[in-house]
């Protein structure tokens, strides 16, 4: 922005609700609430699959107009079991966040997603277009092939070819990556999955934090985190998140007639500006944001002012002051 200072996050806050909900095959997942009770209902989509969600995400709303829900997805986060891919699919997830939003009594909310949360929001608007308010989507992800290949070596590898040379040495298998990566995760072999998640961590976290001019330390975290996280990712990879392919694009004429505002950052390497392109392209009326000199992630501080305008922006016109 020029001329004005950016916009930072609302004032961190507890939740004034917390809790597990069980949603069968033996998943539990958790949710929080803050912000006001007769707030305008939304929920945040967080990305991966498997990253979960932090308590920084709740301050994107304003906590006197929004009634805001954020969850960890099947596996990740707090959600429980820890890690789990067992009955853990896209269309498992969709399910779940009906089952959440009738267990808080919400009628519809806005659907508020970044990354992978795009795909999931597409999905769930998608089969459920009369529960869905609005929709504010950043980093747009809609699990394509071509997307897929473009993360593992199409084109992400050329822009970071020393990260994706160090990747590859890694492995004893560079041929089907994925797949590859997914059978040592699964293994038996113990220091082989460890090895694997250490080294798809690391190539993520390159390709992630392309924007920024500092290391990052991601794949040098707890161990438990690491490996439940890279198994969630490659089991969604490999089963190409359940869906087949272009079906989010082609599938957009179901989406709800609803205010729906994108951002997407022109260095964003993770997922190219593209995708939130054509998404644009085949929702009618939707408005489109791309910051010049941002990335991938919420926390840059365009990215993290754009988000505040529109959730800001979507409270005004579903439910203006007054």
Not at 30 to 46: D, I, K, M, Q, R
Not at 81 to 90: A, I, K, M, S, V
Request: include cysteine; charged fraction near 20%.
């Amino acid at each position: 922005m020029t001329g004005a200072s950016l916009r930072t996050l609302y004032p961190a806050s507890a939740p004034s609700r917390a809790g597990w909900l069980a949603v069968g095959d033996g998943h539990e997942i958790y949710y929080e609430e803050s912000g006001a009770e007769n707030g305008l209902p939304v929920v945040f989509l967080h990305g991966g699959p498997g990253g979960g969600c932090k308590p920084s995400h709740r301050q994107f709303f304003d906590p006197a107009r929004y009634r805001a829900v954020i969850l960890d997805q099947r596996g990740a986060g707090q959600s429980q079991p820890f890690g789990e891919t067992r009955q853990n699919t896209t269309w498992h997830l969709v399910e779940d966040l009906e089952l959440l939003r009738q267990h808080l009594g919400i009628e519809a909310w806005v659907l508020f997603a970044g990354s992978w949360g795009v795909a999931l929001g597409l999905a769930y608007a998608e089969t459920h277009p009369e529960r869905v308010l609005g929709m504010v989507f950043r980093g747009s992800f809609l699990a394509r092939q071509t997307d897929w290949e473009w993360f593992l070596d199409a084109g992400a590898a050329r822009m970071l070819p020393e990260p994706w040379a160090r990747f590859t040495a890694a492995l004893d298998h560079p041929d089907s990556i994925a797949h590859h990566v997914h059978d040592c995760l699964f293994g038996e072999d113990e220091a082989r999955a460890v090895d694997a998640a250490r080294a798809w961590m690391a190539w993520s976290s390159a390709v992630v934090m392309y924007s920024f001019n500092q290391p990052d330390t991601e794949s040098e975290g707890p161990l438990d985190g690491l490996l439940a996280k890279a198994r969630i990712e490659l089991h969604y990879a490999v089963n190409r998140y359940f869906l087949r392919d272009n079906q989010l694009l082609e599938d957009a004429g179901k989406l709800p007639q609803v205010p729906v505002h994108i951002v997407h950052g022109q260095r964003d390497l993770t997922c190219t500006p593209q995708a939130s392109w054509l998404l644009q392209q085949a929702i009618p009326g939707a408005r489109l944001e791309i910051l010049r000199t941002t990335g991938h992630l919420s926390g840059e501080p365009l990215m993290t002012d754009a988000l505040l305008r529109a959730a800001d922006e979507m409270a005004d016109r579903l439910r203006p002051h007054g």
